[in-house]
């Protein structure tokens, strides 16, 4: 159990388009999802936590209207890159914590992982 | 600020050996670690955790030590096998936060 897919599993597209990137929990329901960055040989840097029906919360620098995240129910959430440009291209990673944890230190589940590249 | 790093960069053992990665943290509110396994081109896979109540974790071929009075945390793996190169990444939440600050990450490599 608690598997996290996501969507596309890497996409390339043109400067200046918008790319949609989904996450889903396969066979849980996702009280939280994250969304990371990360870039060749580094880290991971969280971008942003979503709750499912309400705003996402912005880490410090991550820009919230380039960014946009939809966390539309408990299962789905989506990143979308707006005006995407080559900086942008990165491997962006979603992870997912389970409803009835009931602890703010729930184990984590990450995703796949999708591949951006901005040409 | 807070900061999780890792001593070591890259590793490489034997195979059959056993593997100590190590992480350092620096937030004394530090209170949940996690060791993640990130193969190339997927995303990070639990491997174990430790609540900051406990000294030690045991999995299966795997160990946590968590020692709170320096900051430090290592990863022990048993018998490495081909199998257990990647990158590893030590985690940590702070003050009961779901949020999850990664170390910089080591590349294991094991040779047959």
């Known amino acids: 159990g608690a598997v996290v897919s996501q969507h596309p599993s890497w996409v390339i597209c043109k400067s200046g388009t918008s790319v949609k990137i989904e996450c889903r929990s396969l066979?849980?329901?996702?009280?939280?999802m994250f969304w990371y960055r990360q870039f060749p040989k580094q880290s991971l840097m969280l971008m942003a936590t979503?709750?499912?029906?309400?705003?996402?919360?912005?880490e410090q620098g991550v820009e919230k209207d380039k960014f946009l995240i939809n966390h539309a129910s408990l299962t789905l959430s989506t990143l979308t890159v707006t005006s995407a440009h080559p900086e942008d291209s990165s491997f962006y990673i979603c992870?997912?914590?389970?409803?009835?944890?009931?602890?703010?230190?729930?184990?984590?589940?990450f995703g796949p992982g999708t591949r951006l590249t901005v040409l | 600020g807070e900061s999780v790093g890792l001593h070591l960069p890259t590793l490489s053992v034997q195979e059959g050996d056993n593997s100590i990665i190590n992480c350092a943290y620096s937030?004394?509110?530090?209170?949940?670690f996690i060791w993640y396994k990130q193969e190339s081109g997927k995303g990070p896979q639990f491997i174990i955790d430790?609540?900051?109540?406990?000294d030690k974790r045991q999995g299966q071929r795997v160990t946590v030590l968590l020692n709170k009075t320096v900051k430090h945390l290592s990863l022990q793996i048993a018998a490495t096998q081909p199998g257990d190169s990647a990158v590893y990444f030590c985690?940590?939440?702070?003050?009961?936060?779901?949020?999850?600050?990664f170390g910089k990450g080591m590349k294991l490599t094991v040779n047959p």
């Open positions: 066979d849980f329901q996702a009280t939280t």
């Open positions: 430790i609540r900051s109540n406990m």
């Open positions: 937030n004394s509110a530090s209170d949940y």
């Open positions: 992870s997912a914590t389970r409803l009835a944890g009931g602890s703010s230190t729930d184990t984590q589940y």
């Open positions: 979503s709750n499912e029906g309400s705003k996402a919360t912005y």
């Open positions: 985690a940590e939440t702070v003050g009961g936060s779901e949020k999850l600050v």
